[in-house]
Nanobody
């Protein structure tokens, strides 16, 4: 069982930045990949970004050029959100899976472990 706890959400103005953090109950090196998803009210959950144990990364269309996923110490995965727009307002979720091949960490049904989410609100 892997427990995930997100933090770092908040309310910001358009154009500002936030850094989200996901603390895992195991070393991230023991996971296949970590990912961030987001869900806005009335919308499907959307994949944002993934990072693999070899530090390679993948990004969804909404994230490219503005967001960055990276890992810090042994059990933290971060999502840097830059140039935020009102359309980025959502609950952001961290997810983990134990084993993964590249390209396999983009679908939410691939992830058995989820955090509770952190709210990001961007006003214009």
């Amino acid at each position: 069982q892997v427990e995930l706890v997100e933090s770092g959400g908040g309310s910001v103005q358009a154009g500002e930045s936030l850094q989200l953090s996901c603390e895992a109950s195991i070393y991230t090196s023991n996971t296949g990949c970590m990912a961030w998803f987001r869900q806005a009210p009335g919308m499907e959950r959307e994949w944002v970004a993934s990072i693999y144990t070899d530090s390679s990364t993948e990004y969804g269309d909404a994230a490219k050029g503005r967001f960055a996923i990276f890992q810090g110490n042994a059990n933290h995965t971060f999502l840097q959100l830059n140039s935020l727009e009102p359309a980025d307002s959502a609950i952001y979720y961290c997810a983990a899976r134990v084993s993964a091949d590249h390209g396999s960490c983009q679908k939410q049904n691939a992830f058995p472990y989820w955090g509770q989410g952190t709210q990001v609100t961007v006003s214009s």
